[in-house]
């Protein structure tokens, strides 16, 4: 049985990724099981350009206990089954992306839907409505400056697999988002795209594994 559901925040770098945050689109509170940082080539250097949180609603621990209760860290870490788990299961989850240099919202967004786009086409699974979901994703951010000290991408999936997108601004979470996709793959591609095993978030796939771990032993 897992233990009372209570995680700490995480200090990465100069950003302090909080240990819950209610996102806009989201019915209840969620609560912070990995974090990690993206690193991107700019310039000819490797430079840190978020740092970034994953967070799920209180019931995904005993939704995920039925199966993953009593396994270790190592385990979890190395199971893709039990992400999958985590991808697709019916709770909400958060994506919270803070960068650590300035970004454009147009190279964010580029940057984070490639890779999905990269993944569906591999799979065979590309389609119209994917390109038109994509085109809808880099219009919401295509006029946006993320700025590092307070600026933040919210990506909520829902229940119901529909994608609330939302930016805070100078450290203020908002109350509504801008923009809501309703595309059912989009959730656990992206998901995967950055916990997976090949994922750009490991340190955070790896906080998962050992925070899930340490609930259920």
């Known amino acids: 049985m897992a233990k009372q559901f209570s995680f700490n925040g995480i200090q990465l770098e100069s950003m302090f990724i909080p240990s819950s945050i209610k996102p806009p689109g989201a019915t209840n509170t969620l609560f912070l099981v990995g974090a990690g940082e993206?690193?991107?080539?700019?310039?000819?250097?490797?430079?840190?350009?978020?740092?970034?949180?994953?967070?799920?609603?209180?019931?995904?621990?005993?939704?995920?206990?039925?199966?993953?209760?009593?396994?270790?860290?190592?385990?979890?870490?190395?199971?893709?089954?039990?992400?999958?788990?985590?991808?697709?299961?019916?709770?909400?989850?958060?994506?919270?992306?803070?960068?650590?240099?300035?970004?454009?919202?147009?190279?964010?967004?580029?940057?984070?839907?490639?890779?999905?786009?990269?993944?569906?086409?591999?799979?065979?699974?590309?389609?119209?409505?994917?390109?038109?979901t994509v085109d809808k994703y880099l219009e919401v951010f295509k006029d946006e400056t993320l700025m590092p000290g307070g600026d933040s991408v919210l990506l909520t999936f829902l229940s119901d697999r529909s994608v609330p997108l939302s930016i805070g601004k100078d450290g203020i979470i908002p109350k509504t988002p801008i923009a809501v996709l309703d595309h059912k793959k989009w959730a656990p591609t992206m998901l995967e795209a950055a916990i997976g095993r090949d994922g750009v978030y490991l340190q955070a796939r790896r906080t998962i594994a050992s925070r899930i771990s340490n609930l259920y032993n």
Request: negative net charge; aromatic residues 10%; proline residues 3%.
């Open 38 to 132: 993206r690193y991107l080539e700019m310039d000819g250097n490797k430079v840190k350009v978020t740092a970034t949180g994953i967070y799920l609603e209180e019931k995904a621990i005993e939704s995920l206990a039925i199966k993953w209760n009593g396994k270790t860290d190592i385990e979890l870490m190395d199971s893709d089954e039990f992400y999958n788990d985590i991808y697709n299961g019916p709770f909400e989850k958060l994506i919270h992306v803070n960068p650590l240099v300035p970004l454009m919202g147009k190279h964010f967004a580029e940057v984070t839907s490639s890779k999905m786009v990269d993944m569906w086409k591999e799979d065979g699974t590309y389609t119209d409505l994917d390109a038109k």
